[in-house]
């Protein structure tokens, strides 16, 4: 199983960073696994959110071709921890390409990176920020490659 994590800029908060850099770990010890961070728009106002959301756009659509593409979501499908480990095991069957995670900048994601995803996925119905949202979704993949190799985790 390949796996994929990309979204724009750097994870600022260092406590964030330091979850992030603990449950990359532990997944690449049960899958291949790559973080991409790709450039975010900078210098612009959110009244430009169009803009903004176009720049950061560029940079993941280089990222997508030939991958099962995950976007998240507030709008997409939530799933309890066993149907995301029940979706990546039937997905990790399919043609070998590898699974790409999507998660936008402080402003979401452009209409045009949604529209080519595979699957819209909700982590919750509470609103988390970008910067959150990409250890609970690391933490969540991690949980259900545990999942997948009858390893036990915690509840």
Request: aromatic residues 6%.
């Amino acid at each position: 199983m390949r796996l994929k994590f990309l979204w724009p800029g750097r994870t600022r908060s260092p406590e964030l960073r330091g979850l992030q850099a603990l449950y990359e770990t532990r997944i690449g010890a049960l899958a291949a696994c790559e973080v991409i961070e790709t450039r975010e728009a900078r210098g612009l106002e959110e009244r430009h959110a169009g803009r903004i959301k176009d720049l950061e756009a560029r940079g993941l659509e280089k990222h997508l071709e030939g991958a099962c593409v995950i976007c998240l979501d507030d709008r997409g499908k939530e799933m309890t921890s066993d149907e995301l480990a029940a979706f990546l095991r039937r997905k990790s069957m399919e043609a070998g390409k590898p699974m790409v995670f999507v998660v936008g900048g402080f402003l979401g994601l452009a209409d045009r990176v949604l529209e080519r995803a595979d699957m819209r996925l909700a982590l919750s119905r509470l609103t988390l920020s970008h910067e959150l949202a990409r250890v609970v979704l690391l933490e969540q993949v991690y949980r259900a490659l545990t999942v997948i190799g009858g390893r036990h985790y915690a509840k």
